[in-house]
């Protein structure tokens, strides 16, 4: 059993930055992938950032690419999401997810562990 807590929302300006972070207990994740996935008001939820812990692989949604930069702490067992140039429309809830096994990058599906969630608003 993995149990993941996500922490860093907050309200923050355009342009802003923020880093969000996703410390992993239970297990630790050298066979997992790690996942940021998030979920705006009325939309569906959506893939933002992966990363592979053994290699380090990492994977981006099209949206994010050049603005946030997902890594990982081996000692910490944590998952870091820095999220620069935000802007409104990455205004949703974050969330991150473990994903057991080999497959890169994993289907969103394929994530079992799940973590509560943490707010990230944009004001224009």
């Known amino acids: 059993q993995v149990h993941l807590v996500e922490s860093g929302g907050g309200l923050v300006q355009a342009g802003g930055s923020l880093r969000l972070s996703c410390a992993a207990s239970g297990r630790t994740l050298s066979s997992y992938a790690v996942g940021w996935f998030r979920q705006a008001p009325g939309k569906e939820r959506e893939f933002v950032a992966a990363?592979?812990?053994?290699?380090?692989?990492?994977s981006y949604a099209d949206s994010v690419k050049g603005r946030f930069t997902i890594s990982r702490d081996n000692a910490k067992n944590t998952v870091y999401l820095q999220m620069n140039s935000l802007k409104p429309e990455d205004t949703a809830v974050y969330s991150c997810?473990?994903?057991?096994?080999?497959?890169?990058?994993?289907?969103?599906?394929?994530?079992?562990?799940w973590g509560q969630g943490t707010q990230v608003t944009v004001s224009s």
């Open positions: 997810a473990a994903s057991y096994g080999t497959s890169w990058p994993p289907a969103p599906t394929r994530y079992g562990y």
């Open positions: 990363v592979r812990w053994s290699g380090g692989s990492t």
